[in-house]
T-cell receptor, first 112, second 115 residues
Framework: EDQVTQSPEALRLQEGESSSLNCSYT??????LFWYRQDPGKGPEFLFT???AGEEKEKERLKATLTKKESFLHITAPKPEDSATYLC?????????????FGKGTLLTVNP | DSGVTQTPKHLITATGQRVTLRCSPR?????VYWYQQSLDQGLQFLIQ???????AKGNILERFSAQQFPDLHSELNLSSLELGDSALYFC??????????????FGPGTRLLVL
């Protein structure tokens, strides 16, 4: 069974203070690892897809990296508007089942 | 805006009742997924449809059922509702073309409160 563990559960940063969020996973045949951002009461917003170890993707102040066992979401010089819950999910297995298995998320708060 | 729409946005009902949640996928997407999000369980996969056919099932209760119609919209039916069914229900869609990865785009969700 696919499993995703995210740490820390919550992270509080000062504006401009860079940090990283961790996503550890076990999956049978990784198809893709996905990062989403979720604001309170809203649907998850797609950020990145990674599918091979060593891959990196960047978007504004965010950079996602992938190894065979974990992924990191690096946040450089965060701003208050980056405050949200960041969700990691894996898509594994074969066949036609494309379900996502999510971690419980990291709640990021960026103080001005 | 992801392009996925869900109605209604909020739903308040009583135990034992039945409700229907509706989802319209992004234009061109053939696959629809339903997820439940509760405070203690996080986002849990319920069921996937591809072009009208059920493709995969997750932790979906027997009281819950879904279908995807010829115009590709989907409905999730929840019956004999219990207090514990109160949660956010999300629909997501993806192209479904058999690619190696299928990025899913989520709708805004339906917040269900069972009293």
């Amino acid at each position: 069974e696919d499993q995703v563990t995210q740490s820390p559960e919550a992270l509080r940063l000062q504006e401009g203070e860079s940090s990283s969020l961790n996503c550890s996973y076990t999956v049978s045949g990784l198809r893709g690892l996905f990062w989403y951002r979720q604001d309170p009461g809203k649907g998850p917003e797609f950020l990145f897809t990674l599918y091979s170890a060593g891959e990196e993707k960047e978007k504004e102040r965010l950079k996602a990296t992938l190894t065979k066992k974990e992924s990191f979401l690096h946040i450089t010089a965060p701003k208050p508007e980056d405050s949200a819950t960041y969700l990691c999910a894996v898509q594994g297995g074969g066949g036609s089942n494309y379900k996502l298995t999510f971690g419980k998320g990291t709640l990021l708060t960026v103080n001005p | 805006d992801s392009g996925v729409t869900q109605t209604p946005k909020h739903l308040i009902t009583a135990t034992g009742q039945r409700v229907t949640l509706r989802c319209s996928p992004r234009s061109g997407d053939l696959s629809v997924y339903w997820y439940q999000q509760s405070l203690d369980q996080g986002l849990q996969f319920l069921i996937q449809y591809y072009n009208g056919e059920e493709r995969a099932k997750g932790n979906i209760l027997e009281r819950f059922s879904a279908q995807q119609f010829p115009d590709l919209h989907s409905e999730l039916n929840l019956s004999s509702l219990e207090l514990g069914d109160s949660a956010l229900y999300f629909c997501a869609s993806s192209p479904g073309g058999g690619l190696k990865q299928e990025t899913q785009y989520f709708g805004p969700g339906t917040r269900l409160l069972v009293l």
